[in-house]
């Protein structure tokens, strides 16, 4: 299967600044790709699919880029309800996988 | 609005059995594929299992593999997940989720699954 590793595993930041979340995969992946956000005792949201393409209702602030083996979610200017854990999850091949997680905490 | 409610989940012993059911509204059900993923107490996602539109395909992640059945009946918006032989490393909260092709697009909150004697 392919192993997605996700760095760091946390992130402290503050309101304001812009976070860069990275996702690896053991093989390419191609562009089949997406990030969730989930927070405490809620089930996670997709944000992007597609690497890069934003999902429906997602603010313009959350961006993904990448291919293959290496894959980046970006949170330009951090608002306080971005804080919380980002999980990237391929879908190139069955069984789909997720990387383990990156907890974005405030600064 | 896309819905998706699960329920079903419990404590049971080791090598019992337990059905979760997730019942969808809102959106064309039998136009989607559906699928479980479950995330054990403090830990990440992991993808369990999936099934096709018109239920003619499954597939499982390895460690569940011929012991979790998921099912749908487009007729009552359902899917279904079967646990049979369960262990404690099943101990998780059970999503259901819109999509199984690619991403999940929607997700329910979860029903909690305790396998403990």
């Known amino acids: 299967e392919i192993v997605m590793t996700q760095s760091p595993a946390t992130l402290s930041m503050s309101p304001g600044e812009r976070a860069t979340l990275s996702c690896r995969a053991s093989?390419?992946?191609?562009?089949?790709l997406a990030w969730y956000q989930q927070k405490p005792g809620q089930a996670p949201r997709v944000l992007i699919y597609?690497?890069?393409t934003r999902a429906t209702d997602i603010s313009d602030r959350f961006s993904g880029s990448g291919s293959g083996t290496e894959l980046t979610l970006t949170i330009s200017s951090l608002q306080s309800e971005d804080f919380a854990v980002y999980y990237c999850?391929?879908?190139?091949?069955?069984?789909?996988?997720f990387g383990q997680g990156t907890k974005l905490e405030i600064k | 609005e896309v819905q998706l409610v699960e329920s079903g989940g419990d404590l049971v012993q080791p090598g019992g059995s337990l059905r979760l059911s997730c019942a969808a509204s809102?959106?064309?059900?039998?136009?989607?594929?559906m699928s479980w993923v479950r995330q054990a107490p403090g830990k990440g996602l992991e993808w369990v299992a999936r099934?096709?539109?018109?239920?003619?395909?499954?597939s499982y992640v390895g460690s569940v593999k011929g012991r979790l059945t998921i099912s749908r009946d487009n007729a009552k918006n359902s899917l279904y997940l079967q646990m049979n032989s369960l262990r404690p490393e099943d101990t998780a909260v059970y999503y259901c989720?819109?999509?199984?092709?690619?991403?999940?697009?929607?997700w329910g909150q979860g029903t909690l699954v305790t396998v403990s004697s």
């Open positions: 989720a819109r999509g199984g092709a690619y991403y999940g697009s929607s």
């Open positions: 809102g959106f064309t059900f039998s136009k989607y594929w």
């Open positions: 093989q390419s992946v191609s562009r089949s």
């Open positions: 999850q391929q879908y190139s091949k069955w069984p789909f996988t």
């Open positions: 099934i096709k539109e018109d239920g003619s395909e499954t």
């Open positions: 597609d690497a890069s």
